[in-house]
């Protein structure tokens, strides 16, 4: 694929990190051996958010077993499963005070139930060691297994996010392992089997979809019970990754906002440098949680 060059806009540069805390967030994630996604997929975001002791953790290893094109993770052989992962992610929510925290994988096909399981190990840890921590968990497909979707369900987190990234159209170019239709089933399937928990998905803009097919996607979105929305825009990591077709302007973004409002989204995050996980404490002050004494309460803490 050939990447024609656009100069960046003025509204896609990102803040600048707060020295102090960045170093006390790659310390600490370094000590604990643990992986994010803020740096294998290069967000534009990980200055800032590092900055503010804030990280998205990336479990099940660094190395995905799909072949998607807009992606930066690596895409080799997978590594073993690290028993040691979910307590020392937990641990890192304690030590940096989190009130909000994701929790995000590679995809693991290799694996029987896809991951699923330590998925729940994890969600487990974090609430035993951070009881009052909102827990936000963003899935593979589990190549549409709803038992190994039930595992994740059963360990209730407070949101479970699935991102389509992009229209059907483009998923032979985009995710040609992924089927639309089956992520969309997952996030149904998480309301069939847990109604309290919050359901979540994300799309990039820029990669040649049409206004026409992001509004009818969003609508299927809203057909399969999706509370949470958040749109970006796609950079494209390198000149191999999928070409940048157009930088979409923040007007158009807006717009898809009040639209994606009007269509019944509870939160909906839309602007170019937005990504599933950046800020996403935000969108659970919408609801308010419930903490382990049953209380229920906003979420004013630190986010991820």
Same mark, same amino acid.
């Given at each position: 694929?050939? %990447? ?56 099940? $290893?660094?190395?995905? =077993? ?24 937990? %641990? ?24 699923? *399981? ?10 035993? #060691? ?12 589990? %190549?549409? @297994? ?16 699935? #991102? ?24 149904? #399937? ?13 799309? /990039?803009?820029?990669? $040649? *979809? ?27 990591? @390198? ?6 077709? *157009? ?6 973004? !807006? ?7 009007? /269509?019944?989204? @509870? ?21 308010? =949680?419930?903490? *382990?004494?049953?209380?229920? !309460? ?7």
């Amino acid at each position: 694929m050939t %990447q024609q060059f656009q100069r960046k806009p003025d509204w896609l540069k990102g803040k600048a990190a707060v020295g102090e805390n960045r170093k006390i967030v790659t310390d600490l994630l370094k000590k604990l051996n643990l992986n994010t996604v803020c740096n294998e997929a290069s967000c534009p975001n990980r200055a800032e958010c590092f900055g503010n002791k804030t990280a998205a953790f990336m479990i099940l $290893g660094s190395r995905c =077993t799909r072949n998607c094109t807009f992606c930066n993770v690596t895409k080799e052989s997978p590594q073993a499963v690290d028993p040691h992962e979910p307590e020392h992610v937990a %641990q890192a929510v304690r030590e940096m005070g989190l009130a909000h925290v994701v929790v995000t994988s590679v995809t693991r096909d290799d694996l029987a139930d896809g991951g699923a *399981e330590q998925f729940a190990k994890t969600i487990r840890a974090i609430k035993n #060691n951070s009881a009052k921590t909102v827990i936000e968990v963003l899935i593979p497909d589990f %190549q549409g @297994s709803i038992d190994a979707l039930r595992i994740v369900t059963d360990a209730h987190p407070h949101i479970i996010n699935h #991102n389509l990234e992009t229209v059907p159209r483009l998923y032979p170019e985009v995710r040609p392992m992924a089927d639309c239709k089956q992520s969309l089933t997952l996030l149904k #399937n998480v309301k069939q089997l847990d109604g309290s928990i919050h359901t979540k998905s994300g799309i /990039m803009l820029g990669l $040649g *979809e049409t206004k026409e097919e992001v509004l009818d996607l969003l609508r299927q979105l809203r057909e399969a019970e999706c509370e949470i929305l958040t749109i970006g825009q796609y950079l494209p990591p @390198s000149k191999q990754h999928h070409p940048l077709i *157009e930088y979409v302007h923040p007007d158009q973004f !807006e717009e898809y906002r009040i639209a994606a409002e009007e /269509m019944g989204f @509870s939160y909906v995050a839309s602007s170019p440098l937005v990504r599933s996980s950046y800020q996403a404490d935000k969108a659970i002050r919408s609801f308010g =949680t419930q903490s *382990e004494d049953g209380e229920s !309460e906003g979420n004013d803490g630190i986010s991820i």
